[in-house]
Every structure is written in structure tokens, then in C-alpha cells.
């Protein structure tokens, strides 16, 4: 089993920036394309950033200019760089990991982000 470990959120004033990591443990074997996520209040979860193995990247628009993700494949570690955060950007962030077809995608716990002056 793959568990995946978020850390960095917290309370941040508009115009901040957080570092978000994601450790994942277990029988990782290989993670395939990671992600992160965010679920405001009462909205659906929806993407942020995912990044391949190789390191191809994708952002939603929302947070294209703002966001960097980066992954460490070493450390099986993926990071998201959220810049200029606004209140809109308050949600939990969870990231997840594609473990390939047969084991299916794992999921970490969430952090809090929360953008308020």
C-alpha cells in the first residue's frame, strides 16, 4: 500500500506564497503522472498541477503564472510553489499519484490552505 503525506499548508495574507510537499511511502514501486488538487467549501475538487514523470507539466488556469509543481523522483516527493495567493485559492489541496493501471491512483490526506488577511 502507497501512502501519500501533504505538509505545508497554513494560513497565509493575500499576496503570500506557500510551499506545498506531498512524501509518498509504502510499496511505492513507480508513480506515474502526480498531482495536485484543491476542494473549496461547497465547490468540487478540482485539478491545480500535474506533472509526468519525466517532468511535462499542466496547470489550471486559475493558478497558470502563480503555481510551479516539481516533483523529486528520488525522494518520491511533489512540491507545488503557489505564489500572489489570493482568498480564492483557500481550500484543502490534496495530491494524488497515478501508480499505474493496476494499482490505480492513492490520494493523501489534504492540507488546509488558507488565504485571508
Known amino acids: 500500500q502507497v501512502q501519500l503525506v501533504e505538509s505545508g499548508g497554513g494560513l497565509v495574507q493575500p499576496g503570500g506564497s506557500l510551499r506545498l510537499s506531498c512524501a509518498a511511502s509504502?510499496?511505492?514501486?513507480?508513480?506515474?503522472?502526480m498531482g495536485w488538487y484543491r476542494q473549496a467549501p461547497g465547490k468540487q475538487r478540482e485539478l491545480v498541477a500535474g506533472?509526468?514523470?519525466?517532468?511535462?507539466?499542466n496547470y489550471a488556469d486559475s493558478v497558470k503564472g502563480r503555481a510551479t509543481i516539481s516533483r523529486d523522483n528520488n525522494k518520491n516527493t511533489v512540491y507545488l510553489q503557489l505564489n500572489s495567493l489570493k482568498p480564492d485559492d483557500t481550500a484543502v489541496y490534496y495530491c494524488?499519484?497515478?501508480?499505474?493501471?493496476?494499482?490505480?491512483?492513492?490520494w493523501g490526506q489534504g492540507t488546509q490552505v488558507t488565504v485571508s488577511s
Open positions: 494524488n499519484g497515478d501508480l499505474g493501471p493496476r494499482r490505480g491512483i492513492a
Open positions: 506533472i509526468t514523470r519525466s517532468g511535462n507539466t
Open positions: 509504502g510499496s511505492i514501486g513507480i508513480i506515474y503522472t
